[in-house]
C-alpha cells in the first residue's frame, strides 16, 4: 500500500491501496516504515497518493471492529501526524486528488503542499459528518495551519473545499496544473534539499513548538476520552 523510492537526494513515499488510499493501521505502519528508511538516508521527503485520492482518512471499516482497533487506529493517526509536523527533514506534498479528513491532517502535517488547480477534487475535515467529534491534537493542528475564518468553517460544518479554497484556507501552498504535479512537487523537493539540514529542523521546531505542545496534550485528553466512549 506504500511504495518507496529514494535517489539520494528525495525520498518519494507514494499511498496507493488501489481504492480510498484509507489510513488503517497497517497503512500507517508501512508509511512510518518508509518515512524510517528516509530520515535514515536523510533526504527530503516527497508524499503523494494515487491518482484523483491522496486519502479518504481513516479506515472507516475499523469503526465497526471494536474498541481496541479503533483506538489503535486512531493512535497511529495522531502520532504520525505529530512524526511529520517535527519530521527532521523538509517534507512535501503532492496532493494527487480528494483528501478528506485524517487526510487533510496529513497534508496540514507537512512543510509544503501542492495541489491541482481547477480540479474536481473535495478537501474536507468532516467528522462531524460522520458522527465523530473532532479529536484535540486533530483540533490543534488545525489551528495551527488554517486561516482563523476557515479553521471554524472547516472544523464545525465539514464545508467542502476545492483546490483553489484549500488553497485560501492554508491547506494548501501552491496549485499547478495535473501534468504539472509531479514534476513541480519534485522540483520543490529538491529545492529544499539544499537547506541546511541543521537549520531547517532547528527552526522547524522553534516555530512549531506551542502547536506540537498542544498537540501532545490533546492527544493525552483523546485517549482518555476514547477509552471511555468506546
Request: charged letters at 20%; proline letters at 4%; aromatic letters at 6%.
Amino acid at each position: 500500500m506504500v511504495h518507496y523510492h529514494s535517489d539520494g537526494v528525495v525520498s518519494t513515499i507514494q499511498l496507493d491501496d488501489g481504492k480510498a488510499n484509507a489510513l488503517s493501521v497497517n497503512m500507517f505502519a508501512q508509511l512510518n516504515a518508509a518515512l524510517d528508511r528516509a530520515e535514515s538516508e536523510k533526504t527530503v521527503v516527497l508524499l503523494s497518493g494515487r491518482e484523483g485520492m491522496f486519502s479518504g482518512g481513516f479506515d472507516l471499516a475499523v469503526f465497526k471492529q471494536g474498541k481496541q482497533p479503533l483506538i489503535e487506529m486512531l493512535t497511529a493517526g495522531a502520532i504520525t501526524a505529530e512524526r511529520l509536523l517535527a519530521f527532521p527533514a523538509p517534507t512535501v506534498v503532492a496532493c494527487t486528488g480528494h483528501a478528506m479528513a485524517m487526510g487533510v491532517f496529513l497534508l496540514l502535517s507537512t512543510d509544503v503542499r501542492l495541489g491541482v488547480a481547477q480540479a474536481p477534487f473535495k478537501y474536507a475535515v468532516n467528522e462531524v459528518q460522520i458522527g465523530l467529534t473532532l479529536p484535540r491534537f486533530a483540533l490543534e493542528l488545525c489551528r495551527h495551519r488554517l486561516t482563523p475564518a476557515r479553521f471554524s468553517l472547516a472544523t464545525i460544518t465539514a464545508e467542502p473545499h476545492t483546490p483553489e479554497q484549500a488553497m485560501e484556507a492554508g491547506m494548501l501552498d501552491y496549485l499547478v496544473p495535473p501534468e504539472q504535479l509531479a514534476e513541480a512537487a519534485r522540483a520543490k523537493a529538491v529545492a529544499l534539499s539544499k537547506l541546511s539540514r541543521e537549520a531547517h529542523i532547528g527552526t522547524k521546531l522553534r516555530v512549531r513548538e506551542q502547536v506540537l505542545s498542544a498537540m501532545r496534550a490533546g492527544f493525552e485528553i483523546d485517549l482518555q476520552e476514547w477509552q471511555q466512549l468506546f
